[in-house]
């Protein structure tokens, strides 16, 4: 059974820093391309950020772009977003997230239950 | 302002049939494949359709996806009041700012 368990969420300071970490198992987690998702309060999906599995290429939402940087640590089945220069408007549930599969679109077909970043002085 | 379109509720009573719009772009929908997710209140999304219209396994067969040029639309047959939730729809988008991109999201209200 595939599980993504995220941490490292919390109280952020404006123009501070935080790191995210999705712990994956039950899959082949180097084989698969994985992305971040966060969700504000009462509002829609927004697309944070993605790495592939095949050479680890790397995509950002405009919004974070020079902010946040996302990483995949393969040999410990781990997945991580630092987010730095933290802002208000990044205030979110932020959800990991499994690419279905390399050969189709970008579909996330696993997702974590989510941590909660709340940044506020 | 989401760069998919979809309309912010839609509603139908048990047993019926909904359909949810979503709308894009050649840069998205009209040269992406298209995902569906349902979102249950206080859970994370869940994989409806990929591919524009294949089913994961466990997906009942009320739930069916389809594309047209820069369109896509999700149909649930036979609504049950289990199917209240958000329901969202996202796609790849390959302008200069290249990511995956999400609807705004529908809220479908079973009455």
């Known amino acids: 059974e595939v599980q993504l368990l995220e941490s490292g969420g919390g109280l952020g300071q404006p123009g501070g820093s935080l790191r995210l970490s999705c712990a994956a198992s039950?899959?082949?987690?180097?084989?698969?391309?994985m992305a971040w998702v966060r969700q504000a309060p009462g509002k829609g999906l927004e697309w944070v950020s993605a790495?592939?599995?095949?050479?680890?290429?790397?995509y950002y939402t405009d919004s974070v772009k020079g902010r946040f940087t996302i990483s995949r640590d393969n040999s410990k089945n781990t997945l991580y977003l630092q987010m730095n220069s933290l802002r208000a408007d990044d205030t979110a549930v932020y959800y990991c997230?499994?690419?279905?599969?390399?050969?189709?679109?970008?579909?996330?077909?696993?997702w974590g239950q989510g941590t909660l970043v709340t940044v506020s002085s | 302002q989401s760069v998919l379109t979809q309309p912010p509720s839609v509603s139908a009573a048990p047993g019926q049939k909904v359909t949810i719009s979503c709308s894009g772009s050649?840069?998205?929908?009209?040269?992406?494949?298209v995902s569906w997710y349902q979102q249950l209140p206080g859970t994370a999304p869940k994989l409806l359709i990929y591919?524009?219209?294949k089913r994961p396994s466990g997906i009942p067969g009320r739930f069916s996806g389809s594309k047209s040029g820069t369109s896509a639309t999700l149909s649930i047959a036979g609504l049950q009041t289990g199917d209240e939730a958000d329901y969202y729809c996202g796609t790849w988008d390959s302008s200069l700012s290249a990511g995956v991109v999400f609807g705004g999201g529908t809220k479908l209200t079973v009455l």
């Open positions: 790495v592939t599995a095949s050479d680890g290429s790397t």
């Open positions: 039950g899959f082949t987690f180097s084989s698969y391309a």
């Open positions: 591919d524009n219209n």
């Open positions: 997230a499994k690419r279905l599969g390399v050969l189709t679109g970008w579909n996330f077909d696993s």
């Open positions: 050649s840069s998205n929908i009209g040269n992406n494949y």
